[in-house]
């Protein structure tokens, strides 16, 4: 039972890694908009357009209970409802649209977003598929569109899945695989820092061996971040590297610990090896996190969620669904970034001490 | 420990023949949603860690070669 007193956080990393790559890989993603035909339509007189839905489940019945599938458009916050729906297959949509007319003078387009709820599904939005034009309307006539309107209830969805996100599908789940490496890097390299401190504190080397070895497995871990984030950016932005701030950054930050490991190796001198490297490490983390964390956030573009705002990502890019998934993913690595940092320090510390002897 | 082996590759093998029953439908679901790149995406954590493993296991066997000099 000692054993598992002082190991149990090790059982827990792999259980949450586990835990988070089964439902990472198990779990649906959608509903979402795939697209509307026509795109393009004049609002002034009835219409109708075919909705493609992404992983939708539309049922040819609902109890009348139920209530049905509902959409709207919605044109500058305002919106309408479609008069009819029906039902195509699981993925269709047919959807019928009273024409607004309202005695203004100018005409202009707006792209509206599709509002689609239903029992099941809850609400979800395409938004910006659909070119509405307004001929001889102002906007201020918009105001009777809301009249003739009912507001969705904004239902939640009856059913566990990831959120359907543009261009990115089914690759929105790599969020629970790739992201989680930064944050393990992150944690890891900190710890590797204040063992650094307390070497240059105490001059004990058991602190530098853990500093280095803490230092080797965040490297490991920022390269998976690249080697993971490259692959999937190359079919999300279609290039495998841009001139993102937050790629710039930890590529630099990767190479400022590569850095260290090359300084270890090119220092003889078993004292001067970790007092240097210490020193190094300590001036390197701050750094290491201003260009990861504070210089990505201070950008004004990034194609990284998150830039301009919150640290990692805004709320607007997770589903309450995804975070079940993703905060046990970024545990789960953190816990199992350090126990193959502590096994690389025991072994390492075995080396050392046969050597010095 | 043969028996044991055998049991574990056709335990394998049965997980892939139920891969081919998914539909023709979800197979083009998958193609067009981007999965192979999730996939790809957990190919490549898994090479790391175990290159990474591999370099531990070095370095446990010059451990141990010490410890046999001695």
Known sequence: MQGFRSHWWKALGAILV???????TSTEVGPGVVRVTPDNVSANSSFEVQIEGYNTHFKDHYDPKEG???VWYKVLGKLQKAKEVKVV???????RFDGVNLNTD???VRSGTIVIEDVHHGMFLGSKMLALHFDKNAEAGLDSLENASVVPQKRDQAYFSF??????YETIRNLNFHVPMWFTMIVILLISFIYSISHLNTGKRVYDIRANAFAKVGLLFGLMGIATGMFWANYAWGTPWTKDPK??????????????????????????VARISAVYNVLAFPIFIVLIIVLPRLAEFSLHPGAGDSVGFSTYDLNNHLRKVFYPAVLGWILVGAWVSQLTARIDKLINDKEWK | MIKKTGLALMLLFLTLTSYADVTESRDMFFRSGKYNVVV??????????????????????TLEDKEGEK
């Open chain 1, 89 to 95: 297959d699981a993925n269709h949509l047919l959807a």
């Open chain 2, 40 to 61: 790809a995406v957990l190919v490549i954590i898994f090479v790391f860690l175990v290159v990474y493993l591999f370099r531990l296991d070095r370095k446990v066997s």
């Open chain 1, 163 to 168: 959120p359907y996100r543009y261009l990115l």
């Open chain 1, 68 to 70: 049905g599938v509902h």
């Open chain 1, 106 to 108: 100018t005409s202009f």
């Open chain 1, 18 to 24: 586990l835990y988070s790559i089964y439902l990472g």
């Open chain 1, 247 to 272: 790629l710039n950054g930890a590529a630099v930050g990767v190479l400022m610990y590569i850095a260290y490991q090359i300084l270890r190796g090119s220092i003889d001198d078993e004292g001067k």
